[in-house]
DNA sequence: GTGCGCCAACTGGTCTGACCAGTGGACTAG
DNA sequence: CTAGTCCACTGGTCAGACCAGTTGGCGCAC
């Protein structure tokens, strides 16, 4: 039998699209970049052939997507935006909400994560890098003295860090996300945790566990306490039920 | 000293804003399910007492978000749609176009997701599960004699395997995107590859192996040889001043 | 000449009202 | 009971209007 030409299925594609589509691409080749400014709404109106209405509708869609922002009565028109994780960390606290995703699964993932991140850093991180790494603790220790916040904050640079060591920016990305998520999840129960003080000090004393395992070049070591670190950290805000899944992930 | 109150700087919410939050907040909730309809447009001008034009603003900013999706004449109204991937997998593509993420880092990061999902995967696959990804290198090795659309198809399906038995979508969903992004990078050098059944055959051959290593049991094993596949796969797409980056992931 | 305050020409945000092509359910003819 | 027709209503787009707010320059006072 001949074959007979494979058509795709087509659906109309709005005006808005269109113009939203030339603004990206524009992006993309780099004939647009963050900080510089698009025309007003009605001279893109102009220069497009639409009306205002389909104007905004497509500034509205670029906007959600963090590319660019308008505000009103600058004379300047819209400015194109420098990338920010935000939009992404919606799009995943979107998926998290659809209840397709568990707590779990998000603590689970970075336990994952941290500990493949933690154990490519022991192998490239250079002395400098542990002295850094050395100084975080510091940080850490000396902010656990101020409050909550603080210490959550330098808890986030020793991971940057270590997503730095790593070499690659999507492990940081994915580790911010992904703890901004978690902690949106559960900021609320943190707060009102009554010996926090002394979850800080243990969580502490396992980034210093960490951090030595690192020294010594251990990466499986480190990638294990890493894991242990965030278990002990988070499990209290699991159901018992899906404790044991996250406890299997411990080991290697 | 006392403390004056903290005030927040307030920026102005615009009322399509408003209705968006309205929105999602009852799909949070569950009062809005996925398959569920929308009021039609003109009727959601009257409940939020708004125009259209903010009401369709409102909508605009849904649909490109793949929350809902408006069809022109369809009496039903605007549909809620089930979470997909593909808003997320935008988001990193647009992070891919700004440059501040290579084709190395984001190989990079496969390599590390997906050895460390084989590692956990090897610890918790069952019998069955291990029959299963048998079954998925013989689809493979069918794939092949087809073409390299069926195969890289076929490869999807033993990844996806492998996330599923980790017990983890995020993995999953991380996978799924990022493979997009890269894929939607190297498509078209891919399709010119001169030699694209040996890379294919190759490619099976250490997806062979690894299930070996899974069935044993030797997660490290497993994790080491996934991430030497995908720097074979990919390599060859990659500056060479990056492969030896990447080249260092491969050891443990 | 210099500094300051005012003003007008813009901006984006919102609204009203209109037209069109297309959809799909109801209704009717067979 | 089926098949075909039709029309009410949908979303997509447009044109034009008003408003509050910003900003940069102009003119005035010193």
Redesign the pocket.
């Known amino acids: 039998m001949t074959k007979s030409p494979q058509f795709q299925p087509v659906q109309?594609?709005?005006?808005?699209?269109?113009i939203v589509e030339q603004i990206e691409e524009a992006l993309a080749r780099g004939d647009l970049t963050p900080g510089q400014r698009?025309?007003?709404?009605?001279?893109?109106?102009a220069q497009f052939?639409?009306?205002?209405?389909?104007?905004?509708?497509a500034?509205?869609v670029l906007?959600s997507n963090g590319v660019v922002r308008?505000?009103?009565?600058?004379?300047?028109?819209?400015e194109i935006l420098p990338f920010s994780s935000s939009a992404l960390r919606k799009q995943v606290a979107r998926l998290a909400r659809v209840d397709e995703l568990t707590l779990s699964e998000l603590i689970g993932f970075r336990m994952i994560m941290d500990g493949a991140a933690i154990q490519v850093a022991s192998r490239l991180r250079t002395p400098e890098q542990l002295d850094e790494l050395e100084a975080t603790l510091v940080a850490m220790r000396d902010a656990i003295d101020v409050d909550f916040a603080a210490f959550s904050e330098a808890d986030l640079a020793f991971h940057e860090l270590i997503a730095r060591i790593s070499r690659n920016s999507l492990i940081q990305t994915c580790n911010d996300v992904v703890r901004g998520v978690v902690l949106g999840l559960i900021s609320d129960k943190i707060a009102h945790a009554p010996n926090s003080r002394a979850l800080m000090l243990e969580s502490l004393h396992h980034h210093a566990e960490v951090v030595d395992a690192i020294r010594a070049g251990n990466g499986h070591a480190a990638a294990r306490l890493a894991r242990q670190n965030m278990f002990d950290y988070y499990a209290g805000y699991v159901p018992d039920s899906e404790q044991e899944t996250l406890r299997a992930l411990i080991e290697d």
Do not use: I, K, W
């Not at 109309?12 to 269109?18: E, G, I, L, S």
């Not at 698009?38 to 893109?44: A, T, V």
């Not at 009103?72 to 819209?78: L, V």
């Open positions: 109309p594609v709005r005006a808005y699209q269109r698009l025309p007003s709404e009605r001279e893109l109106v052939a639409v009306s205002r209405s389909t104007v905004r509708e500034l509205r906007e308008s505000r009103p009565g600058d004379p300047n028109g819209p």
